[in-house]
């Protein structure tokens, strides 16, 4: 390769990464510049060399049954549905991993349902999986987890006696936030997850989560560490926002605040207990 063409070869990887590609989908690469070409009218069929395999065709993202993807109100409405007919934690993993109508499922490595004691009678509840929890199926795996992780076992919980979610149940690409509509598609099966696991006390991992689940317009510093009455089923438990351990990982003065809200935390656990 010529210095020119690798600096070139530099510069689209260096875009890609920027632009928050981290895997590869096929084994082989495939020349898609060179696939418009060649699928211009051409005089005879050009084949592929037998030792290579052919590309494999990836499904549509936007829709991966193919066909028209459905209106986002038709995809809520169905998710709505397919939730509700979800009796056991069990059930509902089964019913989410079939559910077709959110698009993130086609980029996601696997779905990412809990982790935890569905027992417990705390809950947390983050944004999405990362890169980390997409690959191990599990969320708060990686290095916002591991803080989780250690902010749970200063009050004295951990994943034994604590139960763990998101917002929304796959990976969104490069780690980006879930668009309000992947999250209003994924909130039907979250607020049943919440209502069947039937925690005492609901912790909202940062602004999105405390946004999403609260019905809080405005920004996590505001609400962060209040105390809200969440309504899930037929009871009313408690809800509590604070910021999301990525957050403290890029702000760690902050942690001071977060500590005081997991100090009332263990304070409301013990409280009940
Ligand atoms: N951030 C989240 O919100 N959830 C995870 O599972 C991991 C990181």
Redesign the pocket.
């Known amino acids: 390769m010529t210095a020119d063409r690798d600096r070139e070869v530099r510069a689209v990887l260096a875009f890609y990464q920027e632009a928050g590609v981290d895997a590869l989908l096929d084994e082989t690469p495939v020349d898609r510049l060179a696939q418009d070409v060649a699928s211009q009218p051409v005089a005879a069929p050009v084949a592929a060399p037998a030792s290579r395999p052919a590309p494999s065709v990836r499904p549509s993202i936007a829709n991966p049954l193919g066909g028209a993807p459905p209106s986002p109100e038709a995809a809520v409405m169905a998710a709505r549905e397919a939730a509700r007919a979800a009796t056991s934690l069990e059930a509902l993993r089964e019913i989410l991993s079939r559910f077709e109508g959110c698009a993130l499922r086609a980029t996601a490595t696997q779905l990412?349902f809990a982790d935890g004691n569905p027992q417990s009678r705390v809950m947390f509840v983050?944004?999405?999986?990362?890169r980390d929890?997409d690959l191990a199926g599990l969320?708060?795996?990686?290095r916002?987890?591991k803080l989780l992780d250690r902010m749970m076992t200063a009050i004295g919980l951990d994943r034994s006696c604590a139960y763990i979610a998101?917002i929304v149940p796959w990976r969104p690409p490069g780690n980006r936030t879930p668009t309000p509509q992947e999250s209003a598609i994924c909130l039907p099966f979250t607020l049943r997850q919440i209502e069947l696991a039937n925690p005492d006390i609901l912790v909202c991992?940062?602004g999105p989560a405390a946004q999403t689940l609260l019905g809080i317009k405005g920004g996590i510093t505001s609400i962060r560490g209040r105390w809200f009455r969440y309504q899930s089923g037929a009871r009313e438990i408690r809800a509590l926002a604070t910021w999301?351990?990525?957050y403290l990982l890029r702000q760690p003065l902050q942690k001071r605040l977060v500590w005081r809200d997991f100090l009332a935390l263990k304070k409301a656990l013990e409280e009940r207990s």
């Open positions: 990412v983050g944004e999405a999986p990362g929890e969320p708060f795996v990686g916002s987890g998101n991992l940062g999301h351990p990525a």
